[in-house]
């Protein structure tokens, strides 16, 4: 038994690397040399960290970002391959390597995930002896057999040997009713493990010999022909560039003023103290004026402080120095979204996107964009990106559930509406939004319950109060109803919903005046509420205003021209102050949307007869002869 401080005498390596790596005797090997797991993890860490990734991994990265492979399993400790898409592509998988993450995985990702078996080497929990190996972790396992259900699998420089691995191979073999097709890759059949020998012999299972990973490389290229989507060696001089440009700010910030003020400036930005951290960043762009990390810094100041001009040139100047900045794009983006100009908003989104395609943040905000402008397909595609990039984005869930019910799919979106809850329990719009798809669905206990649960964790939620009288006035619940809307206003004052939903409380109560004066205030804040106009409207009607009733009835349908409501009872109204041909204008529209709609055709009918009466009158005066006009006499 070779003696326990062996890991640390580096010596000794290079002799026993072929030895210890040798399938057969790994794990006797490891466990022989090095006892404790911390042992057996050291004595890998010193064999792998100053390993490169040579030309084969970087062409089989190049396959990865191409998305011809997007799941690798593999029993290696090491980072070779996620080394040489960060450090050649930009490309950021997915690493697992721990049976509590193995969990997360989504199989279906179109970014590149790397699941690591038996762990990572920079860990102690790393499995290398022969007991650990015998099977995988639950999660592991789990992962593993969910994307062997919908995906092929190329073994490549593997010979059989791991019992846990292939115990699932055999049992998926087995099982399989699918299209699912092994490929192992090796470079001789006589070497494989007799396990993998009987598992060729099936027919959804094949052989290829190619010699070395190295070789299977080239083969893939000539196969696929794919170019290079980057110019490694323009990407190289690029980064060299930013490199020394970031070593001569870092020179001008070793003068004590310029750390000074860099401190100066985060720390007030920090305790929102923007005036001091503006005269920092003036001075520090002063004596660095073409850093834009500097302009986007100060443009979040300005914007945070509120003068959202200001930010937007300095964003705007940080893109002038770093055309490529996704972020600035992104939060110019968002200045413009929240300023109204939706179509440059639109444009920075699309631009930030464009340089960081798996900015979930991006695709989320984009989202919000195209629900403003109704393009809800857009959207709907947006949020499922957002989730897709980032699992537990409950924000995205719950949006998209609100298209889901938008659109009548009331068994998605309360499936996004849990997820959002699920993934952040103290989520009190996904509450409120999923208690009035409750309440909508006639689930009033359930509704109530959410409501409470929003109300409860953000105790100046508006809306969750309106949504709750609401609730209380279908109910019968007046009082509370009152409670209620009088709170969501106290909270929100801008609100005109609430105010409308007050206004038919009182309206209700009795209370005309003060009905009355919601109506206006709802009218006042959403000039374009057809259903205020029309309350109003009714309201104005019984109290004997009969020109401000015509009016508000006439905006209602100007807004809603197929009002029938509005229609008839501007048609009503028309008839009983005399003006009989709107009166009859009215009905005939109405009729032409529903020409079987009792009340217009009863309205219609009383119109036609006092129009014909008045015609009768009108001919009977005619028929009357006139007695003769007296003349004066005059004296000749």
């Known amino acids: 038994m070779l003696p326990a401080n062996f890991v640390k005498d580096k010596s000794n390596y290079d002799e026993l690397k072929e030895l210890v790596f040798d399938e057969s005797l790994y794990g006797v090997w490891l466990e022989t040399c090095n006892e404790t797991p911390r042992e057996r993890q050291m004595f890998l860490e010193k064999i792998i960290e100053d390993i490169e990734p040579d030309g084969s991994y970087l062409l089989f990265a190049h396959l990865i970002k191409e998305k011809y492979v997007n799941n690798i399993f593999t029993t290696n400790f090491d980072d070779l391959l996620n080394t040489a898409l960060l450090k050649y592509y930009d490309t950021v998988p997915r690493i697992f390597s721990h049976n509590e993450a193995a969990l997360y995985i989504n199989v279906h990702s179109r970014r590149p995930n790397i699941i690591k078996l038996h762990g990572d080497y920079l860990f102690e929990d790393i499995k290398n002896t022969n007991d650990e190996t015998m099977s995988l972790q639950e999660n592991m396992k789990k992962k593993f057999e969910e994307a062997l259900s919908v995906c092929g699998l190329i073994v490549v420089g593997y010979r059989g040997s791991d019992q846990s691995i292939m115990k699932l191979l055999e049992e998926k073999i087995n099982s399989s009713r699918g299209n699912f097709i092994l490929i192992w890759v090796c470079d001789g059949k006589e070497k494989l493990h007799w396990r993998v020998k009987n598992l060729l012999s099936e027919k959804k299972c094949f052989y290829v010999e190619v010699k070395d990973f190295d070789t299977l490389t080239a083969v893939l290229w000539n196969k696929f022909k794919f170019l290079p989507s980057i110019d490694l060696k323009k990407t190289a001089e690029e980064r060299n560039t930013k490199y020394y440009n970031h070593i001569e700010r870092a020179v001008l910030q070793t003068d004590k003023r310029g750390i000074e003020l860099s401190k100066l400036a985060t720390d007030n930005y920090e305790k929102k103290k923007y005036k ?131 659109s009548g799919e009331e068994d998605k979106a309360l499936a996004d509406y849990n997820k959002a809850i699920e993934l952040k329990p103290d989520y009190a719009t996904a509450y409120n939004n999923r208690g009035i798809l409750y309440y909508n669905s006639g689930e009033k206990d359930k509704a109530l319950a959410d409501y409470n649960k929003a109300i409860e964790l953000k105790p100046d939620f508006s809306e969750a109060y309106n949504n709750r009288g609401l609730l209380y006035y279908n109910s019968g619940e007046k009082d509370k109803a009152l409670a209620d809307y009088n709170k969501a206003i106290e909270l929100k004052p801008d609100n005109s919903d609430t105010y409308y939903n007050r206004g038919n409380l009182y309206n209700d109560l009795g209370e005309k005046n ?123």
């Not at 001091?276 to 660095?288: F, K, N, Q, Y």
């Not at 002038?320 to 989104?349: H, T």
């Not at 206006?520 to 509420?529: G, R, V």
């Not at 009835?553 to 807004?559: N, S, V």
């Open 276 to 406: 001091i951290a503006l005269e920092a960043l003036d001075e520090l762009i002063a004596l660095l004026p073409s850093k834009s990390e500097l302009y986007k810094f100060r443009g979040d100041v300005y914007d945070d402080s509120g003068d959202k001009n200001k930010a937007l040139a300095d964003y705007g100047k940080a893109i002038e120095f770093k055309p490529d900045d996704a972020d600035a794009y992104y939060n110019r983006g968002i200045l413009y979204y929240n300023s109204g100009e939706k179509d440059k908003a639109l444009a920075d989104y699309n631009k930030a996107i464009e340089l960081k395609p798996d900015d979930a943040d991006a695709h989320y905000n984009r989202g919000l964009l195209y629900v403003s402008l109704e393009k809800t397909n857009e959207a709907f595609w947006d949020f499922s990106k957002a989730i897709e990039m980032k699992s537990d984005y409950s924000e995205a869930y719950n949006n998209r559930g609100i298209l889901y019910k938008n």
């Open 514 to 636: 003060k009905a009355l004066a919601d109506y206006t205030k709802a009218i006042e804040l959403k000039s374009d509420d057809a259903d205020a106009y029309f309350n109003r409207g009714i309201l104005c009607d019984e109290l004997g205003k009969e020109e401000q009733a015509l009016a508000d009835y006439t905006k209602a349908i100007e807004l809603k021209p197929d009002d029938l409501e509005a229609l008839n009872n501007r048609g009503k109204l028309y008839f009983e102050i005399g003006e009989l041909e709107k009166a009859l204008d009215d009905c005939n529209k109405g009729l032409e949307v529903n020409p079987n709609l009792d009340t217009l055709n009863k309205i219609k009918t009383l119109v036609l007869k006092a129009i014909e009466e008045r015609e009768k009158k009108k001919t009977e005066t005619k028929k009357a002869k006139p007695q003769k006009r007296k003349t004066q006499r005059k004296k000749k």
